[in-house]
């Protein structure tokens, strides 16, 4: 598992940590499977416009990125606890007091991105305030920091913590 991780999380890892250190008044685009940050100056329009780029391209693949790392997690996680599904999995048997059990270097492994996409949170609330002027873009930011929330507090209830 370790190998075919690491070639999954260095990127993950990378863009996370991209996403974090986003200021307000900064933008992002996406080009070949990574964010870049484009820090506010008098050409940085004429930049995405240039590369063909905008807030809603930019916000979509922010979307996508992060519902595929939570994808990531749940085939991990998949692969551990056979016969299991991402819905039913999150379920801990009140009864027997036991929860789904991975492996050490599984929890590690997703303890890291968990603690890389909380603080991509920060950089994500910057871009809101960078777009407060827009509601669609604010409500879609805001319901990314949401699910990010919620994904992370089930995934750390069932299977980071003990019990």
Do not use: H
Not at 65 to 89: A, C, G, L, Q, R
Not at 112 to 139: F, R, V
């Amino acid at each position: 598992m370790a190998e075919s991780s690491d070639n999954i999380q260095e990127p993950m890892l990378e863009n996370l940590n991209i996403l974090s250190t986003i200021e307000t008044g900064d933008k992002i685009s996406w080009y070949e499977d990574k964010f870049f940050v484009y820090k506010w100056d008098y050409y940085q329009g004429l930049r995405r416009w240039w590369n063909s780029d905008s807030r809603s391209i930019s916000i979509t693949k922010l979307e996508e990125f992060i519902e595929e790392v939570f994808k990531t997690i749940d085939d991990i996680i998949s692969k551990e606890i056979p016969n299991s599904n991402p819905n039913s999995y999150y379920i801990r048997n009140k009864n027997t007091k036991k929860s789904n059990t991975l492996k050490d270097e599984t929890k590690e492994y997703i303890k890291s991105l968990l603690e890389a996409i909380m603080k991509s949170q920060s950089g994500i609330q910057n871009l809101k305030q960078t777009y407060d002027s827009d509601l669609a873009i604010c409500s879609t930011l805001d319901i990314i920091i949401e699910k990010i929330n919620v994904r992370t507090k089930k995934i750390e209830e069932t299977f980071l913590k003990p019990l």
